[in-house]
């Protein structure tokens, strides 16, 4: 190594003296960029993370907030309570029906229309658009829309079962009916969130790769199954993994149809939380029963990206 | 890339912060009240039915004329103003001073403490119908102010108990005539005996009512354990006795009924019961007594002037009482202007607005003179000579022998308790005993926390 390297690389690793302007001994203060980042962090501080622990506290009490008293500290007494509780695992059980069921319909069906407009066709885009409309909508709106429409003796849907000789169907009043009805209502409004993802991912798919396996004599079923599912892992992930999330904490068609029931076939854990949080105010029970639900949701999740992560390495 | 490193940066970023947390912070505050921050101003919540909006339209702009008090009325579903209630009194926040409440909540607010007496401000408090003021009073104060009761009672399609045809055929079937029931009995065959028929081109269900889960099953099968003597609770609320004998009798005659409602039984809400006496599609129902006048309306009614109503026919034991419900004004106790807001809600309910309202289709009214108005008696339905209130008779004579759902403050639990097991026996999935069993097991749990 030459001399000059040496010095060349020594001058390289020698500390920088103050820059021009600053004053000798103090440390460069960006006051500037905290202070930018400052309401971000207050708002997260306020509404994420000082919540969260307030419920975490909360969880461990027990407190009615209409009667005025002071919650107590009982410890892990109302967790120990739910997993004893009928109703607690009812609702785990409605949930994870509602979320394996509904996300895995939303996937297949969304890939097949996404693969349906891999290649433009007269039209595309008008049916492109109207595929999407679904998801615009509130699902407040959406499980309004589905009481009215699905109810037996005035709703459209009965009215026509009806015209053609078919009986008349109690969609969300049968037990047996009500959580497949309310997964189809998940199914026809999310399904075009996950084709809007799954077709933008498989534009981004190079052509060439398409052609080569074309020349390999390659079938589609083929190409398919060889070189979309590995390119799109990733979209297919972020894309599932917000719906799992999103499914895990379905509420408002809920809410709108059958209100948990009949008897308690709909009765999904964020529904039985504010059944028990805002109908009978008993927070820190519904606090314990949030706990749950995250848990359950991180297990799922992290399974899933664990299972997924594992693949790549191999 | 920005930089703030400059001290006229430094500052201008500290400054864009301060603001950006400012704005961020005022935004929180978006959802509350405008506070005008003097006795002026009052702000209130009722439920957006006819009793909120003839509060929020009519009565409390005339109330601001005469005194100059502004009334904010908000209209709020049910649920939602018992979950406004219940979170902004745990903050014992003041941004509402007056609340329209379903008188079941009068329990739980007042052991709570929430709610101020309003004892001293009521005009004439015996002219009010007993068992209003009883409903609005916990721990010997009187928490709430009566706006509107409305007792369950028997709807019946007169046109149709009229019918020369129906009439002899429900003759020649039972050997009796056709007239109103007057016991569970009687109307039980009456219901079995319509349902099914064509009257005016449409094909009859025996009956309906509310038996959706969630409220409306229990209200309905209120009405029936009443008149059949079942007590859901000891006499101190220390024990759910859901599975005495009575109960359960009640419970299988409500069950049985189900059968002869129209399709989809479980769902029916109040507003799907009176679409079908409107449609004309049923041949009676339970319902509350102040709703018949939305069959009058020619506008969504093909059965103007054709609904009359009646006492719940009466149990074996020759009980008729039929379930109450009834809406009350009350004051918060976090209120800083709780004297102007009880003389607004007290003035609600003068003897000339009780009927004020009850003229503009806001419930049945809460005074005893009222029901003697002449105002009310002598309005008929336009082109007819069909009294408009023609139920004011018959509500009076219900709320005689009415009865309020169970007075503690565990109420909404017991409801949503109840109604599980309740949707369970109509559907067929527990047997009635069953049902009540379980029922009585998880209430008698809830009362023991």
Redesign the interface.
Known sequence: MSTSTQIGARAAVTPLGPRPGRRPGRRPVHAGRYAVMFPGLLFLAAFAIYPTIYSLVISLTKWRVTTGEEPRFVGLENYATLLADEAFWNSVRVTVVFVVFAVLIEFLLAFGLALLFFRNFPGDKVMRALILMPMLVAPVAVGLLARFSLEPTFGIVNQLLRAVGLPTTEFLGSPALALPTLIAIDVWQWTPFLFLILLAAMQGIPEEVIEASKLDGASWPRIIWHQFLPLLKYPILVGVLLRLIDSFRVYDIVFMTTRGGPVDATSTMSWQIYDVGFRSFTISYAAAYSWLLLILVLLVVNTLLRRMSSGTER | MI???GRG??L???A???L??TA?LGGCAAGAPQAEGDDTTLNAIFLPAAWGTVVKEQLAPQYEAETGVKVNVELIAR?AI??KM??L??GQDSSYDIFNLDYNWIP??G????LVPLDDVVEDPSDFLPLSLEVATWGDQLLGIPQTVHPAVLWYNSALYNDPETQAAYQEKTGDALTVPATMDEWFEQVKFFDGREFNGQTLSGWAAQA???FGNVHTWLSFAFSYDCQPFDADFTESTLSSPECIEATQRWADMMQYM??????LTYD?VT??AQQG?IATAIQWSWGQFATDDPATSQTVGQWEIAPMPAGPGGTSAGHLAAWVISVSKYSTKVDEAKKFAAWLETKENDVFQAKNGAGDPVRISSYEADELLSETLPDTDVPRFRRLATTLEAMQSAQPRPRF??E??WE?TL??EL??IS?G?RSVEEGLKRADEAQNRNLSD
């Open positions: 930089s703030f490193e940066r430094r201008t970023g500290v864009v912060a301060a950006a947390t961020l649920d018992h979950e219940a979170t009194f745990a739980e607010f052991q709570g403490g929430h959706a889960k969630g129209p399709a989809g039984a479980n769902e799907n679409a079908a599609t403050a565990g909404e639990i949503t109604s599980t949707s369970a559907l999935e």
